[in-house]
Antibody, heavy 120, light 111 residues
């Protein structure tokens, strides 16, 4: 079965950084793009960016440049999202999602989400 | 960035009736003969679920009650007939240009 398993909830202090993980099973992340999406409480969805795990190339929404860093480890079939200099604006659920195949440009498999709470 | 305007923000539909959700893009999302507009359903506490890809293609396992139409800047998601399990928020998403963007969502309730 194709699945994305995300890491557990995080409670972090303002100014700190956090690294979230997304481990794939049932497929090889090298075969497609992996994406990250943000959803603030009771708000809509925001695309953060994507990575091509085959070569490490990334693309971000400019809004998240400097805030988010997406990486991948093909040996563990895992994608990562690092968020830096956290503020209350970063309190949200973060989803990883699989692009169906290179160039499909839509998300057919989603992780359950990781809740990040920024609070002192 | 391509802005997606969804309407209505919420709607209440009786069981067995039709629900229609609109998504208008600030510029065309068509390229290479495809419309890069997709629809997702999100229930509380769950991740989004793909319903329709490239404007009108029904995702595997999704009931045929769901359908999508449109091209260029105007797109529609139709649910007919609405069932109780369809209570959720629905989002459109464009991927014709980076950055990918989502609509603000339409909350469907049962009347």
């Amino acid at each position: 079965e194709v699945q994305l398993q995300q890491s557990g909830a995080e409670l972090v202090k303002p100014g700190a950084s956090v690294k979230l993980s997304c481990t794939a099973s049932g497929f090889n992340i090298k075969d497609t793009y992996m994406h990250w999406v943000k959803q603030r409480p009771e708000q809509g969805l925001e695309w953060i960016g994507r990575i091509d795990p085959a070569n490490g190339n990334t693309k971000y929404d400019p809004k998240f440049q400097g805030k988010a860093t997406i990486t991948a480890d093909t040996s563990s079939n895992t994608a990562y999202l690092q968020l830096s200099s956290l503020t209350s604006e970063d309190t949200a659920v973060y989803y990883c999602a699989r692009e169906r195949g290179y160039g499909s440009r839509y998300f057919d498999v989603w992780g359950a989400g990781t809740t990040v709470t920024v609070s002192s | 960035d391509i802005v997606l305007t969804q309407s209505p923000a919420s709607l209440a539909v009786s069981l067995g009736q039709r629900a229609t959700i609109s998504c208008r893009a600030s510029e065309s999302v068509d390229s290479y003969g495809n419309s890069f507009m997709h629809w997702y359903q999100q229930k509380p506490g769950q991740p989004p679920k793909l319903l329709i890809y490239r404007a009108s293609n029904l995702e595997s396992g999704i009931p045929a009650r769901f359908s999508g139409s449109g091209s260029r800047t105007d797109f529609t998601l139709t649910i007919n007939p609405v069932e109780a399990d369809d209570v959720a928020t629905y989002y459109c998403q464009q991927s014709n240009e980076d950055p990918f963007t989502f609509g603000s969502g339409t909350k469907l309730e049962i009347k």
